[in-house]
């Protein structure tokens, strides 16, 4: 019976568009246009940043959001500021998330605010005004390449040391976190930020609050529990120090605002350990490696300065290993596998482990 068969072969083919249709719905559903991981991106931020668990915690929300890709376009990805003395991996922490995402730790656009600190350097972000030198071409320190990102992948923005910027900079601001748009005084140009994620960082209250911290450190527990709830714990002295610098209109328009804590003793072990391996990585181009002996390990750890964050004992590779070692590695061209200890209280290299 031809008009049976020809009924079949429609409803066969009818079932077949819509379980294709299914199919490619459900794909739309499930695939993001973003091609990170937040869990790839987080493996990399955990192995670096130590001491920072609440930090992180916040920044992998905020990358599953945008990775599930439902933020709203008409303003940025995500806006986060990120606060803690000097250094305890805030800046360390966008270079990362740039290093996982796009392969490479500085492609994202930075402005240093400390730059920024008269009023009139707003013009260096909005451009100079009609009429004023520059104007025409619409000058200004935005990497818009490294602001807008891709379909794939977001822009990643970092404005750096906050609150050395003047007011008028701060208050330029308020139209990027807002709409996420920024149109240049001139009136020539618009530089989109929806596709991007921004993080500032800041240091306001940080000396405060480890002052803080210093005193509260030395008192018994129950004193230090009133103190608390006084608002006197170094968390809340920041909470203060920030809504002085910073105007509540500025403030709403943040997402989060995460506290990093000072570099404790108890990470220095971890810390040691990544600076060495940051300094491997550069050897093994020469063939070599080298190993630390516990004095070696005991001295650094002892001469680290908790204020100074990591900071400070990259300070200490740089300035007084590092110079141990060059200086064993001319001498010795052939050496390869190298170890270091501690002579009459100086950092000396060998060429094989110190029997102890």
């Known amino acids: 019976m031809p008009f049976i068969n020809d009924v079949l072969e429609h409803n066969r083919e009818t079932n077949a568009q819509q379980r294709h249709a299914d199919a490619a719905s459900q794909q739309r559903l499930n695939t993001s246009r973003f091609a990170f991981e937040p869990k790839v991106v987080m493996q990399h931020l955990r192995a670096r940043i130590i001491g920072q668990e609440a930090a992180l915690d916040e920044i992998e929300n905020m990358l599953n959001v945008v990775k599930a890709d439902f933020s709203s376009t008409e303003r940025p990805l995500s806006v986060t500021l990120m606060l803690g003395s000097t250094g305890v991996g805030k800046t360390e922490t966008v ?139 170094p968390r809340q002295i920041t909470e203060k120090a920030l809504h002085q610098q910073f105007d509540p209109e500025f403030l709403n328009r943040i997402d989060r605002i995460l506290h990093y804590q000072p570099v404790a003793k108890q990470w220095l072990a971890a810390l040691i350990d990544i600076e060495l391996d940051k300094l491997n990585t550069r050897l093994r181009k020469q063939g070599r490696s080298i190993r630390l002996d516990a004095s070696t390990r005991a001295l650094l750890s002892r001469q680290h300065r908790v204020r100074f964050g990591a900071r400070d004992l990259a300070r200490k590779f740089r300035t007084q290993l590092e110079p141990v070692l060059a200086r064993f590695i001319l001498e010795h061209p052939e050496q390869q596998q190298l170890y270091m200890t501690v002579k009459n209280r100086q950092f000396a290299v060998m060429a094989h482990p110190v029997n102890s």
């Open 95 to 233: 270079r990362l998330i740039s290093e996982a995402i796009y392969g490479r730790p500085n492609a994202f656009c930075r402005i240093d605010m400390n730059t920024l600190a008269q009023e009139h350097y707003a013009a260096a972000l909005t451009g100079a005004p009609p009429g004023y030198v520059g104007s025409k071409e619409g000058t200004t320190l935005f990497d818009i390449e490294a602001i807008q990102g891709s379909f794939s992948k977001p822009g990643i923005v970092l404005f750096d040391e906050l609150e050395k910027a003047s007011t008028e900079v701060i208050r330029s601001l308020l139209n990027i976190l807002d709409s996420g748009t920024l149109t240049l005084s001139s009136g020539s140009k618009t530089i989109d930020f929806k596709n991007s994620l921004i993080f500032m960082t800041s240091n306001v209250g940080a000396r405060q609050a480890q002052n803080a911290l210093n005193y509260f450190s030395r008192l018994p527990k129950p004193v230090q529990m009133l103190c608390q709830q006084l608002g006197k714990s």
